[in-house]
Nanobody, 115 residues
Framework: QVQLVESGGGLVQAGGSLRLSCAAS????????MGWYRQAPGKQRELVAV???????NYADSVKGRFTISRDNAKNTVYLQMNSLKPEDTAVYYC?????????WGQGTQVTVSS
């Protein structure tokens, strides 16, 4: 059973920073796509930042230059450093891991950015 546990969400003022963590219950490897998505109230879930199967990174245009994704395969953990946060970044952030074309999701962590 694959489990993903997110942490690090919270309430922050605009311009502030947060760091999200996602720990997987299984070993992760460079070839496993893994990353972060978010869903704001009334909106569809959207990609924020991911590692592709080739090891490169993809970012949503709205977060480029502000967010950084990183991973520590030894700890089976992926991180999302979020700087210069804006109220429009408010959402539930979900961790995603793909193994053999199956997608696994964490329970989500709330990020709220006040203006």
């Amino acid at each position: 059973q694959v489990q993903l546990v997110e942490s690090g969400g919270g309430l922050v003022q605009a311009g502030g920073s947060l760091r999200l963590s996602c720990a997987a219950s299984v070993s992760i490897f460079r070839i496993n796509p893994m990353g972060w998505y978010r869903q704001a109230p009334g909106k569809q879930r959207e990609l924020v930042a991911v590692f592709t199967s080739g090891g490169s990174t993809n970012y949503a245009d709205s977060v480029k230059g502000r967010f950084t994704i990183s991973r520590d395969n030894a700890k089976n953990t992926v991180y999302l450093q979020m700087n210069s946060l804006k109220p429009e970044d408010t959402a539930v952030y979900y961790c995603n891991l793909e193994i053999l074309r199956l997608n696994y999701w964490g329970q989500g962590t709330q990020v709220t950015v006040s203006s």
